[in-house]
């Protein structure tokens, strides 16, 4: 199993920039697809973001395409999140996920497809 502590949540005003953290425990942390799913209140959540093992694919919700970039160190057990020019429709608990083993670029933006949870970061965006 993996444990998974999302970092990096705060308020933020429209146009600014966050970057979030993912810290995963264990040895084999290069095994796992990591995404990066939110869900604001009274919607489904969604994942805005997901990035293979090696690192080698990512997936991005339309939504935020040209705006979020996902990245790994796995030397460090760590996936990052950068934001920029946020919105106010970004504001969501942002919840960090694990899928051990390879996904495809389409399995990467499916919920259904990470096993494991960190228990989330709040981002707000508003002035």
């Known amino acids: 199993q993996v444990q998974l502590v999302e970092s990096g949540g705060g308020l933020v005003q429209p146009g600014g920039s966050l970057r979030l953290s993912c810290a995963a425990s264990g040895r084999t942390f290069s095994w796992y697809a990591i995404g990066w799913n939110r869900q604001a209140p009274g919607k489904e959540r969604e994942v805005v973001a997901g990035i293979s093992g090696s690192g080698g694919s990512a997936y991005f919700a339309d939504s935020v395409k040209g705006r979020f970039t996902i990245s790994r160190d796995n030397a460090k057990n760590t996936v990052y999140l950068q934001m920029n020019s946020l919105k106010p429709e970004d504001t969501a608990v942002y919840y960090c996920?694990?899928?051990?083993?390879?996904?495809?670029?389409?399995?990467?933006?499916?919920?259904?497809?990470?096993?494991?949870w960190g228990q989330g970061t709040q981002v707000t965006v508003s002035s």
């Open positions: 996920a694990a899928h051990y083993g390879s996904l495809g670029s389409l399995e990467l933006g499916s919920t259904k497809a990470y096993n494991y």
